[in-house]
C-alpha cells in the first residue's frame, strides 16, 4: 500500500509542477516514472531494483497476480473516457492545422530522437529503443487537446 500512495503522491506532485510552469503534465510524469524505475535501478540502487517495482506473476508486490493488468485497464478506460467525454468538435477545427504538425512532425521527431536518446544514453539495443521510442509518441486528444490549451 505504501507503494500505491507513493505513485499517487509522485503524480499529483507532477501534475502541480507541470500546473506551476505551464508545461505539458505528461512530461514530468513520464520523468518520475523514468527516475523510479529504469533509472533508480541503474545509478541509485545496489542491487539493481526498481523504486517501485510492478511484478506481473507472482504472490508479492504491489499488484500480485494479474492485480496490474486489472488495474492499468481500468486506468486507462478511465482516461480514455474522459478525453471522448471533454473533446470538442469545434474546438479541434480551429486548431487543425496544429494539431496535423503535432502528429505528424511531432511523432517523427519523438520517434527518431527518442529512439537515439534511448539507444545512447540508456545502452538499449536498436530494438528496444525504437520500441520505447514508439511508445511514448503521444498522438491521441487526451493529450494533444491539454498540450494545445497550454
Request: no cysteine; charged share 15%; net charge neutral.
Amino acid at each position: 500500500m505504501l507503494e500505491l500512495a507513493g505513485i499517487i503522491i509522485l503524480g499529483i506532485l507532477a501534475q502541480w509542477f507541470a500546473w506551476k510552469f505551464k508545461i505539458p503534465a505528461i512530461l514530468p510524469l513520464i520523468l518520475i516514472g523514468l527516475l523510479v524505475g529504469p533509472i533508480a535501478a541503474e545509478f541509485l540502487s545496489e542491487d539493481g531494483t526498481k523504486w517501485i517495482e510492478p511484478i506481473w506473476n507472482g504472490e508479492k508486490g504491489l499488484f500480485p497476480g494479474e492485480g496490474l493488468y486489472y488495474f492499468v485497464s481500468l486506468a486507462i478506460s478511465i482516461i480514455l473516457f474522459e478525453g471522448g467525454l471533454t473533446l470538442k468538435r469545434n474546438e479541434i477545427r480551429t486548431v487543425g492545422p496544429v494539431i496535423t504538425k503535432l502528429i505528424t512532425l511531432g511523432a517523427a521527431i519523438t520517434f527518431f530522437g527518442g529512439g537515439l536518446v534511448a539507444h545512447y544514453v540508456f545502452n538499449l539495443s536498436w530494438e528496444i529503443a525504437f520500441l520505447f521510442s514508439a511508445l511514448i509518441i503521444v498522438t491521441g486528444p487526451t493529450v494533444i487537446t491539454p498540450i494545445l490549451r497550454n
